[in-house]
């Protein structure tokens, strides 16, 4: 199996980073990161490092408490998609610290390793199966078909 350049680009530049926003728990006991803002922090970090995303889709607000996660979907071109796994890794009052990591669910490792099995040459693909996504991990591995 061939890296995807391009996701693996953005993959590198998700490893680096950190962010802590601020926010206002709306009247709850528990803060939280609203959606919206989740995307526009994470679009903004990736634009700032030289990779401007065309969307960033965050499901769900991230609720401030330690090892919460949400993922969201970062489409950087139309064939370069991934998404990064958000975990809460600190609160203090409103402020919460999170950490990104970056990774790439089944269906968006099915299309790169399809693409790059392609690109080779040296196969006709009709279809690739993947057991499962991969994180942005050392070590991490995945089994496609």
Request: glycine share 10%; with cysteine; proline share 4%.
């Amino acid at each position: 199996m061939y890296p995807s350049t391009a996701v693996m680009t953005a993959v590198g530049m998700l490893c680096c980073l950190q962010a802590a926003c601020n926010v206002n728990s709306g009247g709850l006991n528990v803060p939280r990161v609203a959606k919206r803002s989740l995307q526009e922090d994470i679009a903004g970090r990736l634009t700032g490092a030289g990779e401007k995303p065309e969307s960033v889709t965050c499901n769900q607000d991230l609720i401030g408490e330690v090892g919460t996660t949400v993922r969201c979907e970062v489409v950087i071109s139309p064939f370069n998609r991934f998404e990064p796994i958000i975990t809460v890794t600190g609160v203090d009052g409103a402020a919460i610290d999170y950490d990104m990591t970056p990774a790439v669910s089944r269906s968006q490792l099915e299309e790169v390793v399809a693409r790059l099995v392609t690109d080779a040459g040296t196969v006709h693909v009709k279809a690739v199966s993947c057991e499962t996504g991969i994180e942005g991990t050392v070590g991490a591995v995945a089994n496609c078909d």
